[in-house]
């Protein structure tokens, strides 16, 4: 598949759906943690658990997931990742080595199909690669396929495909569905005007009168809207707007007469379903309302206006609540549908909600628009009449995804409303799904984290490290790990058990918050890292060993022995405070050196002169002096910063020592006053 240029992904990017958004990063984690721990470790289940939840939330609102993959990038409902992000480089890189072109998961997703996937993924793609033998897993899920590079399907269009021209048969099982049903409404079969003509097979369906067609009509919209509901791509595209300008055109008493003898409640109710998912916000309500009038499913009146209005602001409403309309919509048509077995089509709990709905102004939900769904007025009524159910739960869950909880937070903490209502309130809040949501949704819920993080304590843990994992923005990663820190030494073995593996900027992380506890597990042993091929890694692990009395001396040899001069300058400061003899060696590769930096060496002869021996004592007097000749005599060389230094530490650590005399006697005599100094031994910090 190929790689999308950077103006178009920049812009894809910052319009990915943030349920996606979300999902995506906790699904490479998660295939990272699989390929790691074993099967029953804690921790693995634990993600297999988060992203098994955040994929249920992601399918409800839509009839599938489409995960293209690219070699650096996902492909997900038209829009890429982001090819410098390292998770999701990562995941798309692990998939496109399997010969993958994409995984589709479908609405019914179970988390069992999802950990057998993870583990199959996880296999070596070097050895058996799937995209090599995907047949045998095509009917091994039943929600979650695994599909292979379609190159032979990629093209560049401009303007419409015609399904159907001359001499071409449709590519998709949809495109075969679209012609039949066009062929079916007159006697003409494969009239050239029906194969991209909805308005002539709309035209022709509203003269037809044959119960026998109708019911073929209806077995073809069933199969049609069934295929698009699993359908994505350029074909796909076309043919919903071809089925959405069908209905828009055929007459409702029409819809109602083929409905009515055409199809029995299941495939009435099959219809309705799939056509929630495929068809326009109008057309779903168009065609709700015409197969319930032929099966005799009365809808309400209040069902019906609020449908309607639902459907309104999901076609011409606000852009900010077009989205969250149509999912509203589609989900509310898909349960009423699913209840039309009962006595009364609406579900006990959402009869409630209509009754409590009606007794508020409709105009109070449009004072803001940034409150445009229903959900954060369920969870008013709820604190209002101190009551609570799966409806208000189900409520606050979608207002927390909103990233409302703030204002939930608000009503809750008000002292009219019961103490225990407030106290369950509390308890549906502080749990580490929605923690992990309000984590995403920062800065917004950035003071609810703050409460809930002192009612969790540390069950907020777990999603903390994870959303640490995933952050990409510094403040944020710096947030986390100062709420991390304030968990204590309880959460030190959660990040040692989270090191192994890890990408190198969470290892990073994980150290420098080891570094910030008070306590280090005793069985974690930091010099595993001080090899790491990133510097910044190093470096936290070399401060947490210089903070362990057995390896301090280890850790200041590793330091000096670095090539990165931060990890340098570490070790020569540590080693002003004793250094080991055996890091005289390393030492004077430094001082030898011409290219380190001023500060670097002077500090390093600082730390050399701490190792009081004649090897030391030796070096410095050769590099404060010149040779003697035959003739001249010996004098102190020029000045500079590391002569000064020498000079200093002569004066204070051999004073008295026969060979550093000449050195100090000269220096004393110099007209420089910075020399002069120096043979004080006073230490001037830089």
Request: hydrophobic residues 40%; glycine residues 6%; negative net charge.
């Amino acid at each position: 598949m190929p790689e999308l240029t950077s103006t178009q992904a920049s812009s894809d990017r910052a319009v990915l759906p943030r349920d996606v958004a979300l999902f995506l990063p906790l699904f490479g984690i998660t295939l990272h943690k699989c390929s790691v721990y074993p099967d029953n470790h804690p921790l693995l289940k634990n993600s297999i658990d988060a992203v098994a939840s955040h994929l249920r939330v992601t399918v409800v609102n839509r009839p599938f997931l489409l995960m293209g993959v690219a070699r650096t990038q996902l492909l997900v409902e038209g829009f890429a990742t982001d090819p410098d992000n390292p998770v999701l480089r990562e995941l798309a890189g692990k998939l496109h080595r399997h010969q993958l072109g994409a995984i589709k998961f479908t609405t019914g997703v179970t988390q069992d199909e999802l950990t057998e996937v993870l583990k199959v993924l996880c296999t070596d793609s070097r050895q058996h690669p799937l995209g090599a033998n995907l047949a045998e897993y095509d009917n091994r899920w039943e929600h979650i396929r695994l599909l292979p590079p379609a190159y032979d399907r990629l093209e560049l269009a401009d303007g419409e495909q015609h399904l159907g021209e001359a001499g071409k048969a449709p590519s998709t099982a949809a495109g075969q569905m679209w012609m039949a049903l066009a062929a079916v409404s007159v006697e003409q079969e494969g009239a050239p005007e029906l194969r991209h003509d909805p308005r002539a097979v709309a035209e022709a369906l509203n003269k037809m009168h044959d119960p026998d067609k109708s019911k073929r009509v209806v077995n073809y919209l069933l199969g049609l809207s069934r295929e698009l509901r699993l359908s994505a791509g350029q074909e796909a595209a076309i043919l919903k707007d071809r089925l959405a300008q069908l209905f828009t055109h055929i007459k409702p008493e029409t819809l109602k007469e083929i409905a009515s003898l055409g199809s029995d409640l299941a495939q009435r109710r099959r219809l309705v379903v799939d056509g929630a998912n495929a068809l326009p916000a109008g057309s779903v309500i168009a065609l709700l309302r015409a197969v319930s009038e032929a099966g005799n499913q009365s809808i309400p009146q209040a069902m019906v206006r609020l449908l309607t209005k639902l459907a309104l602001q999901a076609d011409k409403g606000a852009q900010s609540i077009r989205e969250e309309a149509d999912l509203g919509l589609r989900e509310t048509v898909r349960q009423l549908v699913n209840q039309w077995e009962l006595d009364d089509p609406n579900p006990a709990t959402y009869s409630r909600v209509l009754e409590r709905l009606s007794r508020h102004p409709s105009g109070v939900a449009a004072q803001k628009e940034e409150n445009p769904a229903e959900a954060i007025r369920i969870v008013e009524m709820s604190l209002e009449t101190d009551t609570v159910g799966d409806a208000v739960w189900a409520a606050l869950e979608e207002v927390v995804m909103q990233g409302e909880a703030g204002r939930v937070v608000g009503m809750v903490e008000d002292p009219n409303v019961a103490e225990d209502i407030q106290e369950q309130y509390w308890l549906r809040l502080a749990t580490p799904a929605n923690m992990r949501t309000m984590l995403s949704n920062e800065p917004r819920d950035t003071e609810v984290v703050e409460l809930l993080l002192e009612r969790m304590g540390m069950a907020a843990a777990e999603p903390m490290l994870e959303s640490l994992e995933v952050a990409e923005n510094r403040t944020m990663r710096r947030r986390l790990l100062t709420r991390l820190g304030r968990l204590g030494p309880e959460i030190g073995p959660m990040l040692t058990e989270r090191m192994p593996g890890a990408p190198w900027y969470v290892q990073r992380n994980l150290l420098a918050l080891l570094g910030a506890l008070e306590e280090i597990p005793g069985d974690f042993v930091p010099a595993e890292y001080v090899d790491h091929d990133d510097a910044r890694v190093r470096r936290e692990a070399i401060k947490l060993m210089l903070r362990l009395p057995g390896q301090r001396e280890e850790a200041v040899l590793a330091a000096l022995g670095d090539d990165d001069d931060g990890n340098v300058r570490l070790g020569l400061t540590a080693g002003l405070e004793g250094c080991p003899a055996g890091a005289v060696s390393r030492l004077l590769v430094l001082l030898n050196d011409p290219r380190a930096a001023v500060d670097v060496r002077t500090l390093a002869v600082r730390v050399l002169g701490t190792i009081r021996s004649g090897a030391t004592r030796d070096w410095l007097v050769n590099h404060a002096m010149t040779r003697a000749t035959w003739l001249r005599k010996s004098r102190l060389q020029p000045k500079t910063p590391v002569l000064v230094t020498v000079i200093g530490t002569l004066a204070r650590e051999f004073r008295n020592d026969p060979a550093a005399q000449e050195v100090l006697r000269q220096a004393r005599a110099n007209p420089d006053p910075d020399i002069r100094r120096a043979v004080t031994g006073v230490v001037e910090e830089p």
